[in-house]
């Protein structure tokens, strides 16, 4: 088994930073790629960014600029800095990661974490 835990979310005033954080831990004998993805009420979940182990990035086309996503490969942890938050990134985030897992045969899996509340007032 594998576990994702997020940190960093909270209550932030319009035009403020936070950073998240989710660290992997568990089965583990490679990860492929890591990312992050929030969910609005009302609202189907959505790609905010995505880093693979080597370092490539991709990003929601509306959010390119403020956000940056980053990975520490020894510590299996990835990073969303979020700059110039807006009321509308209020959401629910989610740490999503692709893991090849410890075991004969391997197994790769797609995993989420419980998710982190971000909260951005006007």
């Known amino acids: 088994q594998v576990q994702l835990v997020e940190s960093g979310g909270g209550l932030v005033q319009a035009g403020g930073s936070l950073r998240l954080s989710c660290a992997a831990s568990g089965s583990i004998f490679s990860i492929n790629a890591m990312g992050w993805y929030r969910q609005a009420p009302g609202k189907q979940r959505e790609l905010v960014a995505h880093i693979t182990t080597g370092g490539s990035t991709s990003y929601a086309d509306s959010l390119k600029g403020r956000f940056t996503i980053s990975i520490d490969n020894s510590k299996r942890t990835v990073y969303l800095q979020m700059n110039s938050l807006k009321p509308e990134d209020t959401a629910v985030y989610y740490c999503?990661?692709?893991?090849?897992?410890?075991?004969?045969?391997?197994?790769?899996?797609?995993?989420w974490g419980q998710g982190t509340q971000v909260t951005v007032s006007s």
């Open positions: 999503n990661a692709l893991v090849t897992e410890v075991g004969v045969p391997r197994t790769t899996r797609n995993y």
